[in-house]
């Protein structure tokens, strides 16, 4: 007979997206069980190495911000990223970028975003065991490695699922009221439900290795070293990551054309060619994969108590390494509706913010991320680049000069993407109350907004972080004191909303905070606004917890 648990909250995958969703339930005190294939401390892919500024604010609230961090590259380690021909060749052009030791510096492209946890290079090799080490510290949360999840039905009621104890066998039943599916591209769950994949299906394929070599770092030289060498020449196309700064190394390299399988581009020659060295470097090969870069959306994200997020909801190139982010962002969205129904504060249609909330969303930031591809092709122009790159003489350095002019406007934004982490607004939730149209944004630039939909831009209140300020659903922030807020605390108290009162200084931007008062959510996001309280009171607390349209 199969063994039962039972949980409220059952989610597929320990990557980050599962367990950030794991970890923002049991901060409610909600019950959650993690079903993972892998062994516990089992490696993850090195493949992200970004975690941007959204994601380090939401890393801030789960207590763990510093030792993401800290992870990884050495304090005094640059994060630059560099356009060359090889790491040994012609530098095109640089973005500066500061090490850990610069960050209070000036002078680097993010050093004006408005947040308390600017972007952090870091490689998921570290992020990882950071994230289960904290959800391990959740007593609301059991962790089953070495667990597939096989199959699973659903009724109104709730989810049984279905696994498979991976070290013998045998056979394992949850119950559950949800269940996510945060397990990856090759999704069981979004398979099991049966959603499409739309978008284009292959935009580029990729080697990518992982190697231990303390030769590399000294190929730099006695320039600046960079976090991201972008590397072009007529030999080859790809870029190199450092991971840990000294001799860890991530190497990727494009496939030159759609039709050539991949073991036809050689992989030691690749990467001496990507390197710009001969055979007397020596390398340890780490791990290896081969990969296709996609632009692929899930039709839907949510099938009644069946969910999906994360790369299992949506799988693009990685520009501006914002695949792994958009996915926290749709488990710590999704978590925080899924654990306000089942504490009973909330309707079970607010459910629907979900998917109207994140799918628009995504679509967004893959078209953005397409879009940067189309810009640097242009750039670099679609064939081989010139050979004339690697030459000596006026004419190659004149060149080099207009390519790299080139590049580096176009990846300012890619590389400095403060539209991605701020600018992005929920539009057609059925949780925000709207005014007028949120301001555009692209991936390099947004302007600051307390439009609802839009996030609270951050500021400072006698030293602390606004958001550390925020209640752990909603929030009244009012900035003029002299505003009577009596009815909405009656009106909430009564229908037991959790929602916390907060009276600060009115931010030195009175163009963007015009009103006197704005209810925020968690994840920062504005829901309401309003110079006083609305005529009906009740019905904005109905509202906020999906029991009742606003007109």
């Not at 959650?32 to 493949?47: D, L, M, N």
């Not at 763990?64 to 800290?70: C, F, G, L």
């Not at 555009?440 to 500021?459: A, L």
């Amino acid at each position: 007979m199969a063994e039962a648990l039972q949980a409220p909250i059952v989610i597929a995958g320990a990557g980050p997206v599962g367990m950030s969703a794991a970890i923002f339930a049991a901060m409610y005190g909600v019950r959650v069980i993690v079903v993972e294939p892998r062994k516990a401390g089992e490696p993850p892919s090195a493949k992200c190495n970004t975690v941007a500024a959204r994601t380090m604010e939401t890393f801030r609230l789960f207590g763990i911000a510093e030792e993401v961090r800290n992870a990884g590259l050495p304090d005094d380690y640059p994060t630059d990223t560099i356009y060359c021909t090889s790491l040994t060749g012609y530098e095109l052009t640089r973005l500066k970028m500061p090490s850990r030791n610069e960050r209070a510096q000036k002078g680097f492209l993010d050093d004006n975003w408005l947040t308390p946890e600017p972007m952090v290079r870091v490689s998921q090799l570290y992020l990882e065991p950071i994230l289960f080490k904290r959800m391990q510290a959740a007593p609301e949360i059991t962790i089953l490695n070495e667990t597939s999840v096989e199959s699973f039905n659903q009724d109104h009621d709730g989810v049984t699922v279905r696994c498979k104890r991976l070290t013998d066998g045998q056979p394992l039943t949850i119950k559950a009221r949800f269940l996510i599916g945060c397990d990856g591209g090759r999704s069981t769950i979004r398979k099991a439900l049966g959603f499409k994949l739309v978008g284009d299906a292959e935009l580029g394929r990729t080697r990518s290795t992982l190697v231990r070599s303390p030769d590399i770092r000294r190929l730099f030289g006695d320039r600046r070293p960079a976090w991201m060498s972008w590397v072009a020449s007529n030999k080859i196309r790809g870029n190199v990551v450092a991971i840990n700064g000294e001799d860890i190394w991530l190497l990727h390299r494009g496939m030159p054309n759609s039709t050539m399988a991949y073991e036809d581009l050689d992989f030691d020659q690749s990467i001496r060619d990507l390197l710009g060295v001969g055979k007397d470097l020596s390398y340890e090969v780490l791990s290896h994969e081969d990969w296709m870069g996609r632009r692929l959306v899930a039709e839907r994200f949510r099938d009644r108590n069946v969910f999906i997020a994360g790369d299992a909801a949506h799988l693009w190139i990685p520009y501006a390494g914002y695949g792994m982010n958009a996915g926290i962002a749709d488990g710590v969205n999704l978590s925080w509706i899924l654990t306000a129904v089942l504490r009973g504060w909330a309707d079970p249609k607010m459910i629907d913010a979900f998917e109207a909330e994140r799918h628009p969303i995504t679509e967004q930031v893959s078209r953005l991320a397409m879009r940067k591809v189309i810009e640097n092709m242009e750039a670099m122009g679609s064939g081989p680049p010139p050979a004339i790159l690697t030459d000596e003489g006026e004419a190659a350095d004149q060149v080099r000069a207009m390519i790299g002019a080139r590049l580096y406007e176009t990846n300012v934004p890619q590389m400095s993407p403060e539209g991605l982490n701020f600018g992005y607004y929920y539009d057609a939730s059925p949780i925000i109350s709207y005014d007028e149209k949120a301001p555009e944004y692209s991936m390099g630039d947004c302007t600051p907004s307390t439009v609802p939909g839009c996030r609270m831009p951050h500021f400072w209140v006698g030293g602390k972080s606004i958001y550390d300020l925020l209640g752990p659903d909603y929030s009244l922030v009012r900035f003029n004191p002299a505003t009577d807020i009596t009815a909405l605390t009656t009106a909430a108290s009564n229908a037991n909303l959790p929602i916390k009162f907060i009276d600060v200084p009115r931010p030195a931007s009175p163009d963007v905070f015009r009103e006197n008062l704005l209810v925020v959510r968690r994840d920062q996001h504005v829901a309401w606004r309003g110079n006083a309280l609305p005529s009906d009171p009740e019905k904005l607390v109905r509202f906020l917890a999906a029991q009742a349209a606003v007109d």
